[in-house]
Structure formats: C-alpha cells, structure tokens
C-alpha cells in the first residue's frame, strides 16, 4: 500500500517529467530547433552553470522579498479573517471592496503603486500583500465559521465563554483551512513578486528575466523560468511540511466520528 | 457520603436543580408550537434523576433551557438555591457524541473542560491525570481521541462531566450510539463510578431498562406538548447490582413505565 503510494504520488510525475524534458531535448537536438526560438534543455542547464553565481544573488533577493510579502500577507489575512468573523457586519460592509481588489490586474495596479510610492520596497510590498492576503483570509474566514456544530453545542452548554469558543474550537477547527490558504498563498507570491520586480527594480530574478528577455538571450529567460518554477515548487513545498507538522490530528478526524461504533 | 443516601431517599437533601412550571414554545411555519407544558421537576443533592419520554418530545429543549443556552418562556430554573434561569456554566454536560476535541489529548480534553469551569491549568492537569489512571486510561491520556473506541471515548466525556465542580450533572441519552455489550458496560461503570461520587445527576434516556438500572427517580414525559405524566421512586436498594433487572419489581415497573408510554404516543 505504502509502496504503491509512493509510486503514484512521486514516481509517477517524476517520470512524466523527466520524458517531456527528454522530447524536449531530441527535439532540439534532432530536429534543428534554433536555439534562439527554444533552446534545448542541456543548454539552459549550460547556462544556468555558466551565470550560477548572479542568479543565486536574484533568487536569493526574490526569495526574502516574497517572504516578507507572505510574511505580511498571513499576518493582516488572519486579522482580516479574525475581524470578520468576530465582528458581525464588518464582512458585509468590506467584502465587496476586497473583492474588488482582487480583481484588478497586477499589471494595471503595480505602475499605479510606483507612481505613489516610488521605487522602494513600499510598492513592491503592498502589492505582494495584496495578493497574498486574500486567499488566507478567506480560507481561514470559511474555516472559522465551519466548527463541528456538536462541539459548539457542547461549550456553549457548559457556559464557554466567546474566547474560550474561539480559542478552544474555532481557530483548531480552522487550521486546515488555514493551510489551504496558504499554500495558494505561497503560489501566488511568486508570480506577485516577478511582476513587482518586473514593473520597478534593479535586483531579483524578475529583474534578471526582464533584462533576458530585452536581450533575446533566450536560454537566459528559460534559466529565469526554471528559477522561478524551483521558488514556486519550494515555498508550496514549505507550507505543505508547515500543514503536517501542525496539524497532526487530522488522519482520525473520520475516525473520531465514526469510531462510535468500535 | 451515605447521609446522602438516606437524606435524598428520605426526600429532604437540599434541591440541586429546581425547575417551575417551564413552558417553552417555537415557530414553525408561521405558528407557535408548544414543546414544553409546564414541566416541574426537581433534582435533590445526590440524586441520579431520569427523564424519560417519546422521541421528539422536547428533551433536548429542556436541557438547552438548563444550560442557559435558550430561555424558557415561562417559569422559573433554579440551580444551587438561586434563579439561573437564561444563565450559562451551571452545569457540567455529556452529549450523545463524545464531543472530544480532536486536536487535544484525552488528557487535555478533560483538563480543558476543568479550566472553563474555574479551575487552574496546573490543578485541571492534575486533577485529569490522577483520574484517567484512576479509570484505567492512563495509558492512553497523551493519545488523540481518534484512537479510542466508542465506550471507551464515552468513558473520557463521562470523566470530563464529572470532574467539573458544577452543581448538576446532565447527561444527555450519552450510551444511544453504543452498541448493546458495551451499553451494559458502560452502564454497569457508570453505576460504579456514580455511586462513589454521588452527583447530581439529570440524565435522558429512551431505554426504560436503562432509567431503572440507574436512577433513583423517573420522570415520564408525555409526547409534545410536554408534560410530567408521572413521577416514579425506584425502589430498588444502593449499591444497586448488575442483575437487579431479574427483579419482578423491576419487570412490574418496566411495565408500568411502557404503558405510559404507549398511552402517550397513541393519543
């Protein structure tokens, strides 16, 4: 069972990826595909090698700047999500307003911050903030509101106060929610930060692709993109090992309701 | 202890749970429905009380309007020697569901209960894990509910009720989802346990067998509106034994108790 799982969930992908790259590369190899309209995979791998030194130092900028967007992005997604559930009214008041700030595009949005705040880091963490905020508060919103209702029958009945509800029910009972919001988070950072270093910054790997893809240096911009892929694959990986270290109970949730019957 | 036991057999114990003339009514299309009729019962210090009724006949209510989580629309709930009605975190309660919290020990399920009633984190620590070595648990206190059986998960809800310095104890038809061995087991553990403690006790029940193998007194309810059809005294003697249901006492109350019934839902 657990061989087969191993097999499904990573063998699996894994070889499906590695024969794509291996077309990839006969095609390019084979076939005389100009390296300037798509260069084989060994070339970008070549490349990579070669400018290893200065895309470490653009990832390495990307990775903190999308930390700190994400870092700030849980902290206000929670509070949001804390202040709508907690509040009556506030959601019904606010929700249209966030709604619609997620429904500007990036492109459109990031000029607009870099005409009001300059080229520093303010722009370029509001909008990451944006972006990351919203799927963890309103994962976490719907979570909160989804508590076991016998459980909340049980502490009302033995007079918990509404922090204990909170405390004691809601935020456990929201935790997997939580982290469903955070690994979309974690996605979305990603491509948030390439755009905010696209639109205004002489440092990070969005920089590095921008002056790639000016320079018809396309092994260059396909280097940018496995970069950006890893980051992307990394930080989902991060909050999918933060979702099993936290919660730990989650594999007898069906059990505890159908162990009744034991 | 035993002065308990004669005090609440010779009816003068002081009054735990005091309920007047309860009258309680919902809208359901458009019309109000009256699911209590002015329901007066009482449960004295050290006495295990059971209510038995139809299903649907507003049980479930009554112990909402005595946790204070709804108010009654008439009459009046005493708990302690005080008016509590509409108020909460008078009693301690244990649902048909365990209603364990999944992501706590067995042993932080019980402590977290003791500290909502009052009680210190440390003393509520304590207290739970001298308690669960004291019912055979111990071995299990550091584990998540999911990996406890049914009876075994009603055992730590039980715990959990008792353990909170409340003045009465509700226990809300908490064996209906076991199956029948390890319902006489519980029952018989129960038994044990209550005896040495002595709460009291307010519990719900559909099993006529179960409210006379338990309790001191029975309450009948009519099918809703809700009414006290009868009040019985269980004459049978503490501590009771396992095997008290061979009794033809107990086979003439069983009876009685049934015909009640019977009268009540064929109306």
Same mark, same amino acid.
């Given at each position: 069972?657990?061989?087969?799982?191993?097999?499904q969930?990573?063998?699996?992908?894994?070889?499906a990826?590695a024969?794509l790259v291996?077309?990839?590369?006969l095609?390019?190899?084979l076939g005389?595909v100009?390296?300037?309209?798509?260069p084989a995979?060994?070339?970008?791998?070549h490349?990579?090698?070669?400018?290893s030194s200065?895309?470490w130092?653009?990832v390495?900028?990307?990775?903190?700047?999308?930390?700190?967007?994400?870092?700030l992005?849980?902290?206000?997604?929670?509070?949001?999500?804390?202040?709508?559930h907690?509040i009556p009214?506030?959601?019904?008041?606010?929700s249209?307003i966030i709604?619609?700030t997620q429904n500007?595009?990036?492109?459109?949005?990031?000029?607009?911050?870099?005409?009001?705040?300059g080229?520093?880091?303010l722009?370029?963490l509001?909008?990451?903030?944006?972006?990351?905020f919203f799927?963890i508060?309103?994962?976490?919103?719907s979570?909160?509101g989804?508590?076991?209702?016998?459980?909340?029958e049980y502490?009302a009945?033995?007079?918990?106060?509404?922090w204990e509800?909170?405390?004691r029910l809601e935020?456990?009972?929201?935790?997997?929610?939580?982290?469903?919001?955070?690994k979309?988070?974690a996605?979305?950072?990603?491509?948030?930060?390439?755009?905010?270093e696209?639109?205004?910054?002489?440092e990070g790997?969005?920089?590095?692709?921008?002056?790639?893809s000016?320079g018809?240096?396309?092994?260059?911009?396909?280097?940018?993109i496995?970069?950006?892929?890893?980051?992307?694959?990394?930080f989902y990986?991060?909050?999918?090992?933060l979702?099993?270290?936290a919660?730990?109970?989650?594999?007898?949730r069906?059990?505890?309701?159908?162990?009744?019957?034991a | 202890?035993?002065d308990?036991?004669?005090l609440?057999a010779?009816?003068? &114990?002081?009054v735990?749970?005091? %309920?007047?003339? /309860? #009258?309680?009514?919902? *809208?359901?299309?458009k019309? $109000? =429905?009256?699911?209590l009729d002015?329901?007066?019962?009482?449960?004295?210090?050290?006495?295990?009380?059971?209510?038995i009724?139809?299903s649907?006949?507003?049980?479930s209510?009554?112990?909402?309007?005595?946790g204070?989580?709804?108010?009654p629309?008439a009459?009046?709930?005493?708990?302690?020697g005080?008016?509590?009605t509409?108020?909460?975190?008078h009693?301690?309660?244990?649902?048909?569901?365990?209603?364990?919290?999944?992501?706590?020990?067995?042993a932080a399920?019980v402590?977290?209960a003791?500290?909502t009633?009052?009680?210190g984190?440390?003393?509520a620590? &304590?207290l739970?894990?001298?308690? %669960?070595?004291r /019912? #055979?648990?111990?071995d *299990?206190?550091?584990?998540y $509910? =999911?990996?406890?059986s049914?009876?075994m998960?009603?055992?730590v809800?039980f715990?959990?009720?008792?353990?909170?310095?409340?003045?009465?104890?509700c226990l809300?038809?908490p064996?209906?989802a076991?199956?029948a061995?390890?319902?006489?087991?519980m029952?018989a553990?129960?038994?044990r346990l209550?005896?040495?403690?002595?709460?009291s006790?307010?519990?719900?029940?559909?099993?006529i067998e179960?409210a006379?193998?338990?309790?001191?007194r029975?309450?009948?309810?009519?099918r809703?509106p809700?009414?006290?059809?009868?009040?019985?005294k269980?004459?049978?003697?503490r501590?009771?034994r396992?095997?008290?249901w061979?009794?033809?006492?107990?086979v003439?109350?069983?009876?009685e108790?049934?015909e009640?019934?019977?009268?009540?839902?064929?109306r």
């Open positions: 069972m657990a061989s087969r799982t191993l097999l969930r990573f063998w699996l992908p894994a070889g990826l024969l291996l077309v990839w590369q095609i390019c190899k005389g100009d390296p300037w309209i798509l995979p060994s070339a970008i791998a490349n990579m090698w070669d400018d200065r895309l130092s653009q390495w900028f990307t990775l903190r700047l999308a930390l700190k967007g994400i870092g992005g849980i902290v206000i997604g929670v509070a949001a999500a804390l202040l709508f907690l009214g506030v959601r019904a008041a606010l249209p709604i619609i500007i595009p990036l492109i459109a949005l990031g000029p607009l911050l870099i005409v009001w705040f080229f520093g880091l722009p370029k509001i909008l990451l903030v944006l972006v990351c799927p508060a309103w994962s976490m919103l979570g909160l989804q508590a076991e209702p016998h459980l909340r502490l009945m033995i007079g918990a106060s509404r509800v909170l405390w935020l456990p009972a929201s935790l997997p929610s939580f982290f469903t919001g955070l979309l988070t996605t979305y950072s990603i491509t948030a930060v390439i755009v905010a696209w639109l205004g910054s002489s790997i969005g920089h590095y692709l921008v002056l790639k000016k018809y240096d396309t092994p260059g911009v396909f280097s940018a496995a970069c950006i892929v890893a980051l992307a694959l990394l990986g991060a909050a999918a090992l979702e099993r270290l919660i730990r109970w989650r594999p007898g069906q059990a505890a309701q159908g162990g009744r019957s | 202890m035993s308990c036991i004669s609440s010779g009816g003068s &114990a002081q735990k749970l005091e %309920l007047t003339g /309860i #009258g309680k009514s919902y *809208v359901r299309d019309r $109000p =429905h009256l699911v002015g329901i007066s019962l009482h449960v004295r210090e050290g006495e295990f009380v059971t209510l009724g139809p649907g006949s507003g049980k209510t009554l112990f909402r309007l005595i204070g989580v709804e108010r629309d009459g009046t709930i005493r708990i302690g005080r008016d509590t509409g108020e909460r975190g009693i301690s309660y244990m649902p048909q569901q365990a209603s364990l919290f999944p992501w706590l020990s067995v399920n402590a977290s003791l500290t009633a009052g009680l984190a440390q003393e620590a &304590a739970a894990a001298q308690w %669960l070595e /019912i #055979g648990l111990a *299990v206190a550091g584990e $509910p =999911h990996v406890l049914g009876g998960q009603q055992r809800s715990l959990r009720a008792l353990l909170m310095p409340r003045d009465v104890m809300d038809e064996f209906a076991l199956d061995l390890t319902r006489a087991d029952q553990w129960l038994l209550w005896e040495e403690q002595r709460r006790v307010l519990f719900v029940t559909h099993s179960e006379l193998t338990l309790s001191d029975i309450y009948v309810l009519s809703a809700a009414r006290v059809l009868r009040e019985i269980v004459p049978f003697e501590p009771r396992a095997d008290v061979k009794e033809p006492a107990f003439r109350l069983k009876e108790v049934l009640l019934l019977r009268s009540t839902a064929a």
